[in-house]
C-alpha cells in the first residue's frame, strides 16, 4: 500500500549570482502529489503556482512552499536576491568641443581712412 509523506526538505536551485530570465526550481523530498507554491514573503502575496519561476529584474524575497494535500502538510523554504539585466548598462556622454578658429575679413577702404586694429579687450569710456 501507498502512503503520502511530508516533505522534511525543501530545495530551491540554482544558487546566485542571478540573471533576467533565470528559472528558480523547487523539489523536495516529500512523496505524493506534490504541489508547489511561490510567495512573496515581503508581502505574503502569491506569486505563481508555477515551478520553475522565471526571474524579472530587480530584488526579490521569496518562499517556494512544497503541499501534499494527501498527508495534509507543507514545509518551505526562503530565497532572496537581486536578478541582474541580462544587457550591460549603456552610459551616454555628451561632449563638448571648443573651437578655436580666426575670421580674416577683407574690406575695401577709401584710400584716405586708416582702419584701427579692434582688440577684444576694448572697452569704450573706461567701461
Known amino acids: 500500500m501507498w502512503c503520502a ?3 522534511t526538505e ?7 549570482p542571478y540573471q533576467e530570465g533565470d528559472e528558480l526550481t523547487c523539489t523536495s523530498d516529500g512523496s505524493g502529489h506534490v504541489t508547489y507554491k511561490w510567495i512573496d514573503t515581503t508581502t505574503g502575496l502569491d506569486v505563481s503556482d508555477v515551478n520553475p519561476l522565471t526571474l ?3 530584488r526579490f524575497t521569496l518562499a ?3 503541499e ?3 498527508a495534509g502538510c507543507s514545509l518551505k523554504n526562503c530565497i532572496s536576491g537581486t536578478a541582474h539585466s541580462k544587457y550591460r548598462k549603456q552610459h551616454y556622454t555628451s561632449v563638448t568641443l571648443l573651437m578655436s578658429m580666426t575670421l580674416c575679413v577683407q574690406a ?3 584710400d584716405n581712412v586708416v ?3 579692434i582688440s577684444m579687450d ?6
Open 108 to 110: 575695401k577702404w577709401p
Open 68 to 70: 501534499i494535500d494527501e
Open 56 to 58: 524579472s529584474v530587480g
Open 10 to 16: 525543501v530545495t530551491i536551485t540554482p544558487s546566485s
Open 64 to 66: 517556494c512552499a512544497a
Open 5 to 7: 509523506a511530508c516533505p
Open 122 to 127: 576694448y572697452q569704450e569710456n573706461g567701461r
Open 115 to 117: 582702419p584701427k586694429p
